[in-house]
């Protein structure tokens, strides 16, 4: 009998739960960065081995929220998180123990799904130093360390029936989601201080049927000097996020892309409710009307 489930990666903001999932799917579907609350919706990435099927959704940090977009990546994770079969806390190893995850999540009660804390960044820690949580799952993204015992004991918990996607896919995203995330994914590597996070990508036009495959974006920032500031001397800092993007989607696609940028000043859109729509980020239950 085959086995499926709805696995959450979830936890606070820049505790590895995108770069575990690129590794546990052997692609890297979810943009990592060493700045938090990067992942701003849920990435879903799939592994199939042998009669087992894992879904994975890796979810936005659960963040305290300062404005409306974060508001949004919030409820779009715990949305997720409550349809989930089994949700792994995810908590860096270095920072042994975790906390409790009804206060980081800070809901009124824990989800349905069990709930399976697992420490990240175990090449970080020896394991004679794992003092704090001796007999937990320790996991390293970098060295594919307790990677088998991980996915042994996720499988445990899932339920029985049949596969919901191809065996050989590895996500469920649009190409054009990917677009935006390696987009934003450069932003993040290139651009310094607040930039980054003022900064939206938008897919205007994709012509995959084309050699190369064309596509348009518009990139938006919330100010003029923002603006100036990723386009950068000469344009340098805005053809090097393209080239950047472009290299990723090449890489996914098997196929050469030409990629086109434009900037334009959106502002306050992290805190517009329509804009917000528009970027994919719907009103959640947990928002005031």
């Known amino acids: 009998m085959t086995k499926c489930g709805h696995i959450a990666l979830a936890g606070l903001p820049n505790v590895g739960k995108s770069s575990l ?3 546990l799917v052997g692609e890297p579907l979810a943009m990592v960065s060493p700045k ?3 992942t701003r919706v849920p990435v879903v990435g799939l592994r199939t081995d042998g009669d087992v099927q894992y879904v994975f959704h890796d979810l936005p940090g659960l963040l305290e929220p300062r404005y409306l977009l974060h508001a949004r990546m919030r409820g779009l994770a715990l949305e997720t998180l ?4 089994l949700v792994v806390h995810l908590h860096p190893g270095p920072e042994a123990p975790a906390p409790d995850f009804l206060g980081i999540s800070k809901l009124d009660r824990l989800p349905r799904a069990p709930i399976l804390t697992v420490y990240t960044k175990a090449d970080m820690v020896p394991a004679d130093r794992r003092t704090a949580a001796p007999d937990a799952l320790w996991v390293s993204s970098e060295t594919g360390e307790g990677i088998p015992e991980f996915l042994a004991q996720v499988a445990r918990h ?3 029936g049949p ?5 050989d896919d590895l996500g469920t995203q649009p190409m054009r989601f990917f677009v935006v995330e390696y987009l934003r994914e450069a932003a993040f590597d ?5 930039l980054p996070y003022v900064f939206q990508a938008e897919v205007e036009e994709f012509r995959e049927e084309r050699t190369p495959v064309y596509i348009r974006t518009t990139l938006f920032v919330e100010t003029e000097s923002q603006k100036g500031i990723l386009i950068g001397d000469k344009g340098k800092t805005l053809k ?3 080239m950047r993007a472009r290299a990723r989607l090449e890489h996914l696609l098997g196929r050469a892309v030409y990629l086109e940028t434009w900037v334009k000043v959106l502002p306050k859109w992290r805190k517009s409710a329509d804009a917000l729509a528009r970027f994919g980020f719907p009103r959640s239950s947990e928002e005031t009307p």
């Open 36 to 38: 938090a609350q990067a």
């Open 158 to 160: 899932l339920p029985e």
């Open 82 to 85: 409550a349809q989930c079969d």
């Open 190 to 194: 290139l651009l310094e201080d607040e």
């Open 21 to 23: 999932m690129n590794t």
């Open 240 to 242: 090097a996020i393209g």
């Open 163 to 167: 596969f919901q996607y191809d065996p």
